[in-house]
């Protein structure tokens, strides 16, 4: 016992110890049981967690590096969205845009022209209000006006839409409107015209009644020129 005590060495223990793990298959490594958080980050090899040891969709966002983006065909695992948030206050109104340019009438045969009046003459139809000079042609021809009294007084006023100043060659269409203060009264004279070469179409108005400052506030005269004219009388 003695003899067999003094040989029995480091190497020698470790020896019989290595036989018996060869001769076991494995049996004896097996057989131990390693103990709770014994096996740390030392203890695995570089590379040891592969994607087949880590369970899908265990993982969570803070898991990963910052700026960590998900290589192509694995798309990181996006939770459900979130509620919507409340919408945020509306911003102030923009500036208005510029008017643009006024178009023309719709045809290179129309012709427009606008005037007013502070004052009108008593002499019938003494007043030219809007004078339209268009060339040698047949017309359709509507006039508006818009009128009122300036000094407190009711009053009323005549107009006619003539081609030319009367005499031959000239028709007109006449209209009378009364005027009770401050309204604002309105007109419109259609009629269709031949106008001759050196005739314009013209509107002319006077004022009736007590009122001395009966005045067009605006006045236009609008001219198409039409192919066919059939049917105005002198």
Excluded at 19 to 42: I, R
Excluded at 71 to 89: F, K, N, S
Excluded at 107 to 124: F, I, M, N, T, V
């Amino acid at each position: 016992m003695k003899r067999l005590r003094g040989k029995l060495t480091y190497a020698n223990v470790m020896v019989t110890i290595l036989a018996f793990v060869v001769l076991g298959g494995g049996a004896a490594v097996a057989a131990v049981e390693l103990g709770k958080s014994t096996v740390g980050t030392k203890q695995l090899k570089r590379d040891a967690v592969t994607s087949a040891k880590v369970k899908d969709g265990s993982l969570q966002a803070r898991d990963f590096a910052k700026g960590f983006r998900a290589p192509i065909g694995r798309p990181a695992a996006i939770g459900p969205a979130g509620p919507m948030g409340e919408r945020g206050p509306e911003g102030p109104q923009g500036q208005e845009g510029r008017r643009g340019p006024e178009g023309p009438l719709g045809s290179s045969d129309g012709y427009q022209a606008r005037g007013s009046s502070s004052s009108l003459s008593d002499s019938l139809f003494g007043t030219q209000v809007v004078s339209l000079a268009v060339p040698p042609g047949s017309y359709f021809a509507v006039s508006t006006v818009e009128a009122d009294s300036a000094d407190g007084n009711d009053g009323g006023i005549q107009c006619r839409l003539i081609n030319g100043n009367g005499g031959e060659g000239s028709s007109a269409t006449t209209r009378f409107q009364s005027i009770r203060f401050p309204d604002v009264e309105n007109m419109t004279l259609t009629s269709m015209y031949e106008v001759l070469e050196g005739q314009s179409l013209n509107l002319q108005c006077s004022r009736v009644g007590p009122s001395a400052l009966v005045r067009v506030v605006e006045a236009n005269i609008v001219a198409v020129e039409i192919t066919t004219f059939s049917g105005f009388g002198n």
